[in-house]
């Protein structure tokens, strides 16, 4: 049978251990939050520049189907 004092230091132990633990898997826990945010604002940075550049590329596309039913309408040929 345990004294009253080696079960205080018993469950002294096992809390210390548990605070520990705990307070490192905390800060783990924000660390990797902190991690994925920022890799999560990388892609969305990333996706603009993207979309940004698909957008040009479709627009110069239009422009120039654009012109050219232009020049058709003014040679007088309905466009098909």
Request: hydrophobic share 40%.
């Amino acid at each position: 049978m345990l004294s009253p004092r080696q079960l205080r230091g018993n469950l002294q132990a096992f809390l210390t251990g548990t605070v520990t633990a705990l307070a490192f898997g905390y800060y783990n826990l924000h660390r990797d939050v902190w991690q994925a945010a920022g890799e999560v604002d990388v892609r969305l940075k990333d996706l603009g520049q993207e979309s940004v550049a698909t957008h040009k590329a479709l627009q110069a596309r239009v422009s120039a189907l654009e012109d050219e039913l232009k020049k058709l309408s003014a040679a007088g040929k309905p466009p098909s």
